[in-house]
Every structure is written in C-alpha cells, then in structure tokens.
C-alpha cells in the first residue's frame, strides 16, 4: 500500500489548504484514512479520519468546525480541507491507512498498518 499526500504550503492565518492522499496499491473492499500533523517539538495527534465505503468521520476537538475529510472512494483519494487556519495548525501533516476488518473513526487513529509522507503545512503572516 502506497499513500501519498499533497496540497501542503504556506498561507496566512484565516486562509485555506486543501490536502490530499492518494491511495495505490490496495484492493480490499474497505479501510480508513487518518491525518496526522507533527509540529516540531510536539508529539504526532491523529487530526482526523474517514472510512472509505461508509464515510464515517472523527475530528479532534481543536479543528473542529474548521476542518473536513472528505473522500472520493472511485478514485481511492481523500481529501482533508483546512479553513480558517491558524499558526498553531503549523507542522507536517501525513495521511495513514488502518485496513483492518471492520474499520472505524477514531479507533483507527491507533490501528495504523501504513503511513505516507508528510506534507508542510505552514500557517504564517
């Protein structure tokens, strides 16, 4: 299983980033996507997480309101839209996969089996 997320960047705080995470290499009928983000200093926190066919979703509280997962299970590609950013939104953000049997958010957030490569995410004036 391949994950590769995109999207990352600079933006002022109350801007807007859209991520994405694209999934190869897997055919299994369903699996959750989480979101990560490490800034530095700061342990990693599971942001947020999707399933693929039902679409259930999980927020942390602090981007609640502010952010949304979303997914297009046809193309195996999830997305997580970040509005109204702000400065401690600042670090590496990173897709993950859990493709255990019966997946669901938020316990995925602790049944990782794969991990992509981050994407910087800077929120800056």
């Known amino acids: 299983v391949q994950l590769q997320a995109s999207g990352g960047g600079l933006v002022q705080p109350g801007g807007s980033l859209r991520l994405s995470c694209a999934v190869s290499?897997?055919?299994?009928?369903?699996?959750?996507i989480a979101w990560f983000r490490q800034a530095p200093g700061k342990d990693r926190e599971g942001v947020s997480c999707?399933?693929?066919?039902?679409?259930?979703?999980y927020y942390i509280d602090s981007v609640k309101g502010r952010f949304a997962v979303s997914r297009d299970a046809a193309r195996n590609t999830f997305y997580l839209q970040m509005n109204s950013l702000k400065p401690e939104d600042t670090a590496v953000y990173s897709c993950a996969a859990d493709i255990s049997v019966g997946v669901a958010c938020p316990r995925s957030l602790s049944g990782i089996d794969y991990w992509g490569k981050g994407t910087q995410v800077t929120v800056s004036s």
């Open positions: 999707i399933t693929k066919n039902d679409g259930n979703t």
């Open positions: 290499g897997y055919t299994l009928d369903d699996y959750a």
